[in-house]
């Protein structure tokens, strides 16, 4: 299968500052991606979905202003978790499929934040 | 997207198949079955998906039944590896989103 990596793969930082996380597609063009995070014991929640080069469309209750998504390329797209606060400690992945005719998601390995 | 119905937890013999269940009445005709499976603390794996027809890989068979309302997932040879949440997910291919359930929590046994 398709291989997504995501950096950093965990992350401590303190509350009121700005943590970014990177997911790369590394052997196909990625058309879409998706962010999701999952809080402990709970399933993943989909966060939002962004198409190369067009603003990312945010699920219904997901702040736009605070989780800014940028995917500026067909293999990179970034999640900035601005003014981060103890409450948006969570494992938040990535995923990423091709173009017309992929019918399949891949999905990154997560990244652990923590916010003391 | 249907939503899909699986039972919380299964416990499977290991090099025994393990045969997880997932219920999707609400299908619609150009919705895939997809199989996840989350290993602790890792990012989703994908298992297998089908349309109509069943499907084989080299980790798994997908068996649908021919109103497409139900799906079995086949493990032929559970090792201890294959412990894990097993999602199951209806969705629109290469337009849909995957919105993930709870799934099936199996667990291997030696």
């Known amino acids: 299968g398709a291989v997504v990596s995501q950096h950093p793969s965990r992350v401590i930082c303190k509350s009121g500052t700005s943590v970014k996380i990177e997911c790369r597609s590394l052997?196909?063009?990625?058309?879409?991606m998706f962010w999701y995070r999952q809080f402990p014991k709970q399933s993943l929640m989909l966060m939002a979905t962004?198409?190369?080069?067009?603003?990312?469309?945010?699920e219904q209750g997901v702040e736009k202003d605070k989780f800014l998504i940028n995917h500026a390329s067909l293999t990179l797209s970034t999640l900035t978790v601005t003014s981060a606060h103890p409450e948006d400690s969570s494992f938040y992945i990535c995923?990423?499929?091709?173009?017309?005719?992929?019918?399949?998601?891949?999905f990154g390995p997560g990244t652990r934040l923590t916010v003391l | 997207d249907a939503k899909t119905t699986q039972p919380p937890s299964m416990d499977c013999a290991e090099g025994r198949a393990a045969n997880l269940p997932c219920n999707h009445s609400?299908?619609?005709?150009?919705?895939?079955v997809y199989w996840y499976r989350q290993i602790h603390s890792q990012g989703p794996q994908y298992i297998i998906h089908?349309?109509?027809n069943n499907e084989t890989n080299e980790m798994a068979s997908l068996i649908i039944t021919e109103d497409r309302k139900s799906s079995t997932l086949i493990l032929p040879h559970a090792t201890l590896r294959d412990t894990a949440v097993y999602y199951c997910?209806?969705?629109?291919?290469?337009?849909?989103?995957?919105?993930f359930g709870k799934g099936t929590k199996l667990s291997v046994k030696p």
């Open positions: 995923s990423a499929r091709g173009g017309a005719g992929w019918d399949t998601q891949y």
């Open positions: 052997d196909f063009q990625a058309t879409t």
């Open positions: 962004s198409n190369e080069g067009s603003k990312a469309t945010y």
């Open positions: 609400t299908i619609s005709g150009n919705e895939y």
């Open positions: 089908g349309l109509k």
């Open positions: 997910i209806v969705a629109r291919g290469s337009q849909g989103n995957l919105i």
